[in-house]
């Protein structure tokens, strides 16, 4: 009876002690945790314009005010406020986006008066059974913490993901929405994931939570140089882009376009009626973007442009996002026009 008590005593203790660990962990970080309030404007069943409003989380990564979240929060926002732990809010605009890897950076318009910058980990070292914890604004409540551990780590490489290799971690701690754009931290605080997706038959969290890697982060929108450009587009494959009457293999048919985004700018147009084609969604009626530079967006098109920007190897003919002025030939009523996409840095 005695061993049976001294033991169960000792689990208390570590459970106690570890709880508290956690508790201060969070201390430590939260500050460096944001929620992300966004407005659109999205296509209703009546094929009109409306607006939307959104919510999602990021983290703090640098003193020039960049903030790590995920794409699709914060691709289709024509406006974008940071909120963070004091309350302060901050005007922010998109720096860099990755649709394929659900990664984006954004940058604050200014400085807030109180702010803790979040330090990147290596995702590279992150095992299977290493506990986490993820901070968000799970249906709008800011700053919740949920804890859990890595379950898995997952490759993807789909066409409509541009060919990329994406890096998930698989995770049983808690991510709904709201949740998307927020950080994964390992137990060191540091940002190891962003919060990106569920699967999920419910609607809600079944334990089935992905965030894309830091080391991935890292590669498409810190380091690299993928620019932002206001377009949500769907990359056509031979068979879509045949359907669709596409001079060549392959194409981005453009779903949509921010207002005031350097695709806004260049006259590049949206479109304006759904479909399903081949068991996918979409929105036809806008311009299909064929080539940039005189590079074909073909399906080998796609990944020869990818892996050659992985590589670092971009050269004129291939440098879709990566340089300030870009030659667009353009599928719209027919006929192939040319546009230029600039950018302003």
Same mark, same amino acid.
């Given at each position: 009876?005695?061993?049976?008590?001294?033991? @169960?005593?000792?689990?208390?203790?570590?459970?106690?002690?570890?709880?508290?660990?956690?508790?201060?962990?969070?201390?430590?970080?939260?500050?460096?945790?944001?929620?992300? $309030?966004?407005?659109?404007?999205?296509?209703?069943?009546?094929?009109?314009?409306?607006?939307?409003?959104?919510?999602?989380?990021? *983290?703090?990564?640098?003193?020039?005010?960049?903030?790590?979240?995920?794409?699709?929060?914060?691709?289709? /926002?024509?406006?974008?406020?940071?909120?963070?732990?004091?309350?302060?809010?901050?005007?922010?605009?998109?720096?860099?986006?990755?649709?394929?890897?659900?990664?984006?950076?954004?940058?604050?318009?200014?400085?807030?008066?109180?702010?803790?910058?979040?330090?990147?980990?290596?995702?590279?070292? *992150?095992?299977?059974?290493? #506990?986490?914890?993820?901070?968000? /604004?799970?249906?709008?409540?800011?700053?919740?913490?949920?804890?859990?551990?890595?379950?898995?780590?997952?490759?993807?490489?789909?066409?409509?993901?541009?060919?990329?290799?994406?890096?998930?971690? #698989?995770?049983?701690?808690?991510?709904?929405?709201?949740?998307?754009?927020?950080?994964?931290?390992?137990?060191?605080?540091?940002?190891?994931?962003?919060?990106?997706?569920?699967?999920?038959?419910?609607?809600?969290?079944?334990?089935?939570?992905? /965030? /894309?890697?830091?080391?991935?982060?890292?590669?498409?929108?810190?380091?690299?140089?993928?620019?932002?450009?206001?377009?949500?587009?769907?990359?056509?494959?031979?068979?879509?882009?045949? @359907?669709?009457?596409?001079?060549?293999?392959?194409? $981005?048919?453009?779903?949509?376009?921010?207002?005031?985004?350097?695709?806004?700018?260049?006259?590049?147009?949206?479109?304006?009626?759904?479909?399903?084609?081949?068991?996918?969604?979409?929105?036809?009626?806008?311009?299909?973007?064929?080539?940039?530079?005189?590079?074909?967006?073909?399906?080998?098109?796609?990944?020869?442009?990818?892996?050659?920007?992985?590589?670092?190897?971009?050269?004129?003919?291939?440098?879709?996002?990566?340089?300030?002025?870009?030659?667009?030939?353009?599928?719209?009523?027919?006929?192939?026009?040319?546009?230029?996409?600039?950018?302003?840095?």
């Amino acid at each position: 009876m005695k061993k049976i008590i001294f033991f @169960l005593c000792l689990n208390f203790c570590v459970f106690t002690i570890h709880s508290q660990y956690i508790s201060e962990l969070y201390k430590s970080v939260n500050s460096s945790v944001v929620t992300i $309030l966004t407005e659109s404007k999205v296509l209703n069943g009546s094929f009109q314009m409306t607006a939307s409003e959104g919510i999602g989380s990021g *983290v703090l990564i640098s003193e020039e005010g960049e903030i790590l979240t995920a794409a699709h929060v914060v691709n289709d /926002a024509e406006k974008i406020t940071v909120k963070f732990l004091n309350g302060e809010e901050v005007m922010a605009k998109v720096i860099r986006s990755a649709n394929m890897a659900d990664l984006a950076l954004i940058r604050l318009s200014w400085m807030p008066n109180e702010y803790t910058v979040a330090k990147l980990g290596n995702s590279e070292t *992150v095992s299977i059974g290493d #506990q986490i914890i993820i901070i968000g /604004a799970p249906y709008g409540l800011e700053h919740s913490l949920s804890v859990g551990y890595i379950s898995g780590k997952k490759n993807q490489k789909t066409r409509t993901s541009g060919f990329i290799i994406n890096e998930f971690f #698989q995770t049983d701690a808690s991510i709904n929405q709201g949740n998307s754009g927020g950080p994964m931290f390992n137990l060191k605080g540091e940002v190891i994931g962003i919060s990106s997706y569920i699967i999920t038959e419910s609607g809600g969290f079944q334990g089935l939570g992905f /965030a /894309a890697t830091s080391n991935l982060a890292k590669k498409v929108v810190i380091n690299g140089n993928r620019r932002w450009t206001g377009i949500s587009g769907y990359v056509l494959d031979e068979k879509t882009a045949w @359907l669709l009457n596409v001079p060549i293999n392959g194409g $981005l048919l453009v779903e949509s376009v921010v207002n005031l985004s350097p695709a806004y700018f260049s006259g590049i147009k949206g479109g304006f009626e759904k479909a399903i084609i081949n068991g996918n969604e979409m929105i036809l009626g806008g311009d299909i973007i064929i080539s940039v530079n005189d590079f074909p967006l073909t399906n080998e098109g796609f990944e020869q442009l990818n892996e050659l920007a992985s590589q670092q190897k971009m050269d004129n003919s291939a440098s879709f996002l990566y340089q300030k002025s870009n030659k667009l030939e353009v599928l719209r009523g027919g006929s192939i026009v040319e546009i230029m996409l600039d950018f302003k840095d």
